[in-house]
Nanobody, 124 residues
Framework: HVQLVESGGRSVQAGGSLRLACGAS????????VGWFRQAPGKEREWVAA???????TEYADSVKGRFTVSQAGGTTVSLQMDNLKPEDTAIYYC???????????????????WGQGTQVTVS
């Protein structure tokens, strides 16, 4: 298992930007996927974005497409750049990792094997 630690969450005004980081205890393998999820109070955890370590392919939820950018650096850090933030982006943000397997779905919470503890993002 890999240990994941998120950082960078804080309070920001609507329209502002934040950059979250997800640090991993080991380098991502080429067949790994790192996803970002978020959970607002009283709501289910929802998928935000994902990056596939082998080819840098990225995917985004419609709610953040064009505003959020996920990237990787050095094999142990995955960042989530969040621009034009809205109050509805307020949530605890989690990163998660998973080895790819046939049928893997990047947007599925249950397909990830390792999770960080989360970092709070508040947009007002």
């Amino acid at each position: 298992h890999v240990q994941l630690v998120e950082s960078g969450g804080r309070s920001v005004q609507a329209g502002g930007s934040l950059r979250l980081a997800c640090g991993a205890s080991v380098s991502a393998a080429n067949d790994d996927c790192v996803g970002w999820f978020r959970q607002a109070p009283g709501k289910e955890r929802e998928w935000v974005a994902a990056i596939f370590a082998g080819d840098d392919h990225t995917e985004y939820a419609d709610s953040v497409k064009g505003r959020f950018t996920v990237s990787q650096a050095g094999g142990t850090t995955v960042s989530l750049q969040m621009d034009n933030l809205k109050p509805e982006d307020t949530a605890i943000y989690y990163c998660a990792a998973a080895p790819l397997w046939p049928g893997f779905q990047a947007e599925s919470v249950n397909d990830y094997t390792d999770w960080g503890q989360g970092t709070q993002v508040t947009v007002s």
